[in-house]
């Protein structure tokens, strides 16, 4: 009898210390899941890879519905093979969030990392218009943003959607020239909890 209640009893530490060690796993996962960074994650997966997608470089601030959130579209060197006289941002008819031209610029900008925050280093002097049905930005620049080692941004402050959901951003640039053409340059994407 006092052999099975020794056997009993270890037992009944051994699950302790297992539901222990399992509730702290859990409450560390929640924990740094909150403070991870906004932007897409390390994979993406599409049902129809389409060979002409190109993924651009983007951060968001927030990714918390009906949050607060500065949005940065990229433009990298390696992505502008040509300069930019407009830019068309082709944004999702269900990103239900309220675009106004106020709240967009232009600035050459630095991508952070571990060390240092993403911020705009020079604000570049641009003309913007959002459509009626806030499905579509026109970036018009003073001067077209050329071809050089820099990187550009477009910068969006607003508030996050209510509902959650993956979006994905086009833009398409107009080059400057005698046949100015709209091209394709990639796709922003953006992620909502």
């Known amino acids: 009898m006092i052999h099975l209640k020794k056997h009993i009893q270890k037992l009944f530490k051994g699950v302790i210390i297992s539901s222990l060690m399992i509730s702290a796993f859990l409450g560390l996962e929640e924990v740094t899941k909150k403070a991870s960074l906004a932007g897409p994650g390390m ?3 599409q049902w129809d ?3 002409n997608f190109k993924k651009l ?3 968001q601030s927030s990714d918390e ?3 607060r959130a500065i949005y940065y579209f990229f433009l990298r060197s390696s992505e502008r093979k040509t300069g930019i006289l407009k830019l068309s941002i082709k944004i999702p008819d ?5 675009i106004k031209p106020e709240k967009l610029s232009l600035c050459q900008a630095k991508i952070g990392g571990w ?3 993403t911020r705009c280093v020079k604000e570049i002097p641009a003309d913007f218009e959002v459509s009626e ?3 579509s930005v026109e970036v018009y620049p003073a001067q077209p943003i050329p071809v050089d080692s820099k990187t550009y941004a477009v910068v969006m402050k607003v508030w996050n959607p209510r509902k959650s959901g993956m979006f994905q951003f086009h833009a398409y640039a107009q080059s400057p020239g005698a046949m100015p053409i709209s091209s394709y340059v990639g796709t922003w994407t953006f992620d909502v909890d």
């Open 65 to 67: 519905r009906l949050d």
């Open 94 to 98: 269900y990103f239900e969030a309220k």
């Open 49 to 51: 890879p389409d060979p």
């Open 57 to 59: 470089r983007s951060y």
């Open 43 to 45: 994979i993406e997966f």
């Open 133 to 135: 049905n806030q499905t």
């Open 115 to 117: 060390q240092e925050k």
